[in-house]
């Protein structure tokens, strides 16, 4: 399977998601914070500070607030620029805050953390080190150079320089891991949601193709009938009109697009007769259509069916569910993908579970990331295979994550593995040694008692 667009997946292009009104908002609570913290410091504490010029840098920020309020739209999304602007406009306006009461011993110093953790949740990297940066700077700035906090009979509220420089370390290791810690985890949030939004388009195209599918056969199905009267028709008509020729040949064109829609709806109709044989199929043969688009991509594909000792030897009939397909599917294409010669499907039922195993003779799974396949942007294998073998396919894991996904939601349990010992040279491993997948359901959850003596039962007509 294709993978959707690079773009989709591209934190670049994220940052509009960011809304004027979000920071706006923000900026007004840092606002009434900081009045409300001016005002209790000088009537509570009897703290004599600089009014005019804290009044003067709170202003700053409100007037900023205007601004943007009255010339951009409330809609109005910001770029990864213009945010990058408003945060180290915060940083700044913070630091003279902080230049104006006491440096690092006022303990407010530590709300400088929160533009870094806004850039570390909404901006790329490059862009949440150059505000941290700026945000270490001014620290360091007011930590050194500040006015002091006196109170109302002249004394000076004043750390040990020890506290200080404990203070100014906590915040700087406080800037760099909560930038780091919170730029991964929402990378890691913005993966896993691409990759559920990629997953949910791949199941809504299976299950259109599969609707569609239904619809021609059934379609296939009902028009036999009709098609096969005009042909009859217009044989009679051409065995009548032998002394009309021109009359014969209309009969005899009638009857030539007769069989052409003929096989236009049995080609068409392959996948079935009518709805009930596209719901519900033998595990084989739903196995075998999985795989079929990769049959012809230069590598063998073998399989092995037989149930477990002591089962019954019918194959079980299950659902056929566009989850399983495309699962199963993806699975098959990994394989193929890695595989130098055969990939090996093995299929095994007993009456408590159905169990499919797919092996190729590749370089199987990396030993490091065993424990992580199935998680979106994983790279899958050892080695890269180049992009000309596998133009559509960009290494990330997402396709594993799809069918594990998918899989998962039908009642599956999948598990991963390599056939061999990792250190062990390709060229002198088994054949059956490279990667292994084993998907097994409980036999409950997607097989299907059929009474032989009725088969799938009475063709249900299409309603509209």
Not at 2 to 21: I, K, M, Q
Not at 105 to 120: G, K
Not at 438 to 459: F, M, Q
Request: with cysteine; charged share 20%; proline share 5%.
């Amino acid at each position: 399977m294709a993978n959707p667009s690079p773009g989709l997946f591209n934190r670049a292009h994220r940052v509009n998601w960011v809304r004027l009104r979000t920071l706006i908002v923000l900026r007004w609570i840092a606002i009434v914070g900081q009045l409300a913290a001016i005002t209790v410091a000088q009537r509570m504490f009897d703290l004599k500070l600089e009014l005019g010029f804290a009044f003067l840098a709170i202003g700053a920020s409100i007037t900023v607030n205007l601004i943007a309020i009255f010339i951009y739209p409330e809609n109005k999304r910001l770029t990864e620029t213009e945010v990058a602007l408003h945060l180290s406009f915060d940083i700044a306006q913070l630091a003279v805050l902080l230049y104006l009461t006491g440096g690092l011993n006022n303990p407010f110093a530590l709300l400088i953390l929160i533009p870094v953790t806004v850039s570390a949740t909404a901006l790329k990297m490059r862009t949440t080190v150059v505000v941290g940066a700026l945000a270490i700077a001014m620290i360091s700035f007011v930590a050194v150079v500040h006015i002091p906090l006196r109170t109302g009979l002249g004394r000076v509220m004043e750390l040990p320089m020890d506290f200080v420089a404990g203070f100014w370390v906590a915040i700087v290791l406080g800037v760099v891991f909560l930038a780091a810690f919170a730029q991964r985890v929402t990378s890691e949030v913005y993966a896993m949601s691409d990759a559920l939004a990629a997953t949910q388009m791949a199941l809504a195209r299976e299950q259109k193709l599969t609707d569609l599918g239904g619809v021609v056969a059934a379609a296939a199905h009902e028009l036999g009938t009709p098609l096969a009267t005009i042909k009859l028709v217009s044989s009679e008509l051409i065995e009548e009109l032998e002394d009309r020729p021109d009359l014969r040949d209309d009969a005899g064109l009638i009857r030539q697009q007769a069989d052409r829609c003929r096989d236009i709806l049995r080609s068409m109709g392959r996948a079935g007769k009518d709805d009930l044989h596209l719901k519900r199929a033998l595990i084989s043969a739903v196995v075998r259509e999985a795989a079929e688009p990769h049959s012809g991509r230069g590598i063998n594909i073998n399989y092995d069916i037989a149930p477990e000792d002591g089962a019954d030897p019918r194959p079980p009939v299950i659902e056929r569910r566009p989850e399983i397909i495309h699962g199963l599917r993806n699975l098959v294409q990994n394989a193929v993908d890695f595989a130098r010669a055969d990939v090996w499907i093995d299929i095994r039922w007993d009456a408590r579970q159905i169990a499919v195993r797919i092996i190729d003779d590749g370089p199987g799974f990396p030993t490091h990331v065993l424990g992580r396949i199935g998680d979106p942007f994983v790279r899958s294998r050892r080695e890269r295979v180049p992009d000309v073998a596998r133009p559509e396919y960009e290494g990330m894991g997402l396709g594993l994550f799809i069918a594990k996904t998918l899989l998962e939601r039908s009642g599956a349990e999948l598990s991963f593995a390599n056939g061999r010992d990792p250190f062990i040279d390709p060229e002198t491993a088994l054949e059956r040694a490279g990667a292994v997948v084993d998907v097994s359901w409980p036999a409950a959850a997607i097989s299907i008692e059929i009474d032989e003596a009725v088969g799938l039962g009475e063709n249900r007509p299409i309603e509209a």
